[in-house]
């Protein structure tokens, strides 16, 4: 469930409480069932838990490396800005890993298809442009945005796809879960992808996916949306520059998992190459040459997706594990650990029962003090 705290609320500092809950992370410990969790502050709270989590070796690698999350710094002088933790879930990473899959093939192919004109020089360039688009993975991206703006936005995006000549991504994939009460804001997201990037990004495909598929009753609607970059002309007949939903909340599977008609997903070269590349004489025709997946298609990799989940193996009976010896100093240091993570759970626990948050049990000790019925977890 998204939710959003605010930065004065409880009894601790928002600073506070979220290295708190990145601590806690580190050390494979999630209580909260957000696979989006938005909390709001300052940006001079930022900065100090930028600094705070740099006095901490070890928790800013953490932070770097491991922690997807996205900075949305405020747009006037007195607001608060929003910071975003992820925490993808299983079905959502599957089916990123699949359609990631999908497109790398189908770019491939469509590059493939136009190089094989060998007596059309414009085919042959695009192809060439189109063997040039690589996968970006997670990366941050960082967007400059507009001018009156306050600061740079961060994003974590789920997968992009960029041109060599630029680090901002063309083409950008978000998944979010279709059955959360307050739903990833996909709308907003891409806005901010392409609007944000001053327009270098092409393209946003969102897709929202069912993440419980084993509840009774269970909504397992899934839908795509596609946003491009498009570029039109004023009243005033000077271009500009918009982002345009060409595609909003397309059903691919309705509830009961049922594929629904023949429609397809399709993507033109003009939504993964820069505007650099697409404007240097390169004719329309080219442009709109397609990548196309069916609905279908999507509908049997979210099906994929979903099995494992469904039909997840439960431990062995009666496995027991040995741990590694520590030194005396890593014990030392691991106890007081411990001792700091026991007080987090505690802390956050509390949080999120006042703000009526839904508490989950994905909970790894780090040593035997560390147990769940003294944090107070709910099972």
């Not at 960082?142 to 974590?156: F, H, M, Q, S, Y």
């Not at 570029?231 to 939903?245: L, Q």
């Not at 404007?279 to 397609?290: G, R, S, T, V």
Request: glycine share 6%; hydrophobic share 35%; charged share 25%.
């Amino acid at each position: 469930m998204t939710q959003t705290s605010s930065s004065a609320q409880g009894h601790r500092d928002i600073v506070e409480r979220l290295l708190g809950i990145i601590s806690m992370r580190e050390q494979g410990i999630v209580i909260e069932d957000d696979s989006w969790r938005i909390y709001s502050l300052t940006t001079r709270q930022y900065d100090e838990l930028l600094t705070r989590l740099g006095q901490d070796p070890d928790l800013v690698h953490f932070w770097d490396t491991k922690v997807r999350h996205d900075w949305e710094p405020p747009k006037l002088e007195g607001e608060n800005g929003q910071l975003v933790l992820r925490d993808p879930q299983f079905i959502h990473t599957s089916f990123l890993c699949a359609m990631r899959d999908v497109l790398s093939d189908g770019i491939k192919g469509l590059a493939n298809r136009l190089g094989e004109r060998k007596h059309d020089y414009e085919a042959q360039e695009a192809a060439k442009a189109l063997r040039n688009v690589l996968g970006g993975g997670s990366a941050q991206v960082k967007l400059p945005g507009n001018v009156d703006e306050i600061g740079a936005t961060l994003r974590c995006p789920d997968y992009s796809f960029y041109h060599s000549i630029s680090s901002t991504p063309t083409l950008v994939l978000e998944i979010g879960d279709s059955q959360q009460r307050n739903k990833k804001d996909l709308y907003s997201l891409a806005g901010t992808y392409i609007s944000g990037s001053q327009y270098r990004t092409r393209c946003v495909l969102g897709f929202h996916i069912p993440y419980d598929t084993t509840s009774q009753n269970a909504d397992t609607t899934a839908n795509v949306s596609v946003w491009r970059s498009r570029m039109e002309r004023d009243e005033t007949h000077e271009k500009v520059s918009t982002c345009t939903a060409d595609i909003s909340a397309a059903v691919f599977r309705a509830s009961g998992n049922d594929t629904v008609g023949s429609d397809s997903l399709v993507l033109t070269v003009n939504d993964l190459l820069p505007r650099l590349v697409t404007e240097a004489a390169m004719p329309a025709a080219i442009l709109d040459e397609k990548l196309v997946i069916l609905f279908t298609k999507l509908a049997s990799i979210l099906r994929e997706a979903e099995q494992p989940h469904a039909k997840a193996p439960r431990p062995p009976p009666n496995m027991r594990f040995r741990r590694r010896k520590r030194s005396l100093s890593e014990e030392l240091a691991t106890t007081q650990k411990s001792r700091r993570i026991q007080q987090c759970i505690r802390q956050e626990t509390s949080e999120l029962q006042k703000e009526g948050g839904r508490i989950v049990s994905r909970f790894m000790p780090v040593d035997k003090e560390v147990k769940p019925s003294e944090s107070g977890v709910k099972r």
